[in-house]
T-cell receptor, first 112, second 113 residues
Framework: DQQVKQNSPSLSVQEGRISILNCDYTNSMFDYFLWYKKYPAEGPTFLISISSIKDKNEDGRFTVFLNKSAKHLSLHIVPSQPGDSAVYFCAATQGGSEKLVFGKGTKLTVNP | GAVVSQHPSWVICKSGTSVKIECRSLDFQATTMFWYRQFPKQSLMLMATSNEGSKATYEQGVEKDKFLINHASLTLSTLTVTSAHPEDSSFYIC?????????FGPGTRLTVL
């Protein structure tokens, strides 16, 4: 039973446009969400996070939106750049636990 | 940002041998480290939580006698895959928490022939 789901295995976007990566979760106890970026044969790199007390967090070109009622979060990248091409993982945790539950990832390709 | 290193970055071994993977937090101390494995096109699956000075906590379905974890210091955790078999071939990644963020190592690609 996957508690964190990324239903789109891949996404292709034109450079300069917006990339929207989606993530759904089933465990209503999750209260902290993170996005990681991963290049092939490398470990994930932390990108941005959001606490369940917020509905938006912004950091430069990256914005994460959280809709608790829908158990849905999304990562917006604008403008998208070719260097953003990577696999993006959504992760969740609860109650201050350090244990993360990951989605399967979405491979983003930004075309020049 | 925090840096977590892993060694080796890749290893090829024969079936039946044991392989040790090291995970180090380079600029911070970590009482807890985590070990994940990732199969192609799959998510990162938590294998175990490594606790400094005490036994590791394994996730359901992970054989603790096969995947030995030792967290001997605040900056080093090791994962030993004992009697490795081809099905153990995978990408193993460690991580450590600093404040609210989990930082990951670069991963180790294990191939068992």
């Amino acid at each position: 039973d996957q508690q964190v789901k990324q239903n789109s295995p891949s996404l292709s976007v034109q450079e300069g446009r917006i990339s929207i990566l989606n993530c759904d979760y089933t465990n209503s106890m999750f209260d902290y969400f993170l996005w990681y970026k991963k290049y092939p044969a490398e470990g994930p790199t932390f990108l941005i996070s959001i606490s369940s007390i917020k509905d938006k967090n912004e950091d430069g070109r990256f914005t994460v939106f959280l809709n608790k009622s829908a158990k849905h979060l999304s990562l917006h990248i604008v403008p998208s750049q070719p260097g953003d091409s990577a696999v993006y993982f959504c992760a969740a945790t609860q109650g201050g636990s350090e244990k993360l539950v990951f989605g399967k990832g979405t491979k983003l390709t930004v075309n020049p | 940002g925090a840096v977590v290193s892993q060694h080796p970055s890749w290893v090829i071994c024969k079936s039946g041998t044991s392989v040790k993977i090291e995970c180090r937090s380079l600029d911070f101390q970590a009482t807890t480290m985590f070990w994940y494995r990732q199969f192609p096109k799959q998510s990162l699956m938590l294998m175990a939580t490594s606790n400094e000075g005490s036994k590791a906590t394994y996730e359901q379905g992970v054989e603790k006698d096969k995947f030995l974890i030792n967290h001997a210091s605040l900056t080093l955790s090791t994962l030993t895959v004992t009697s490795a078999h081809p099905e153990d071939s995978s990408f193993y990644i460690c991580s450590a928490n600093r404040v609210d963020t989990q930082y990951f190592g670069p991963g180790t690609r294990l191939t068992v022939l």
